[in-house]
């Protein structure tokens, strides 16, 4: 059973940059580098939205439009982690936010889809302030 556990959260000013981490655990026979990953987000009052994805080997990458240009989403398949570099933060970007995995065998595609995700970390608050 695949564990994720996100960490980097917190408050920051308009403007300012957070990176968050997502650390896998619980690979027992297969290896991170099986999986896609993906991030999503979910304010209050909204439903959970997706953010960014990385293919298994992490040459393939994709973000939603409200993030395209701001946020960066990398992998370290040594240390079995995910980040989200997270750039000219916004109020709107505040959330509680998810890393996500699915294993995805050979083949090496984004996964964008919400329901697509097999496990689901326990979230980190963000909080950007104006």
């Known amino acids: 059973q695949v564990q994720l556990v996100e960490s980097g959260g917190g408050l920051v000013q308009a403007g300012g940059s957070l990176r968050l981490s997502c650390a896998a655990s619980?690979?027992?026979?297969?290896?991170?580098?099986?999986?896609?990953m993906g991030w999503f987000r979910q304010a209050p009052g909204k439903e959970r939205e997706f953010v960014a994805a990385?293919?298994?080997?992490?040459?393939?990458?994709d973000y939603a439009d409200s993030v395209k240009g701001r946020f960066t989403i990398s992998r370290d398949n040594a240390k079995n982690t995910v980040y989200l570099q997270m750039n000219s933060l916004k109020p709107e970007d505040t959330a509680i936010y998810y890393c996500?995995?699915?294993?995805?065998?050979?083949?090496?595609?984004?996964?964008?889809?919400?329901?697509?995700?097999?496990?689901w970390g326990q979230g980190t608050q963000v909080t950007v302030s104006s």
């Open positions: 619980g690979l027992t026979f297969i290896t991170f580098s099986w999986y896609a």
């Open positions: 996500a995995a699915v294993g995805r065998g050979t083949t090496n595609v984004v996964v964008t889809t919400e329901k697509t995700y097999s496990y």
């Open positions: 990385i293919s298994r080997s992490g040459s393939s990458t």
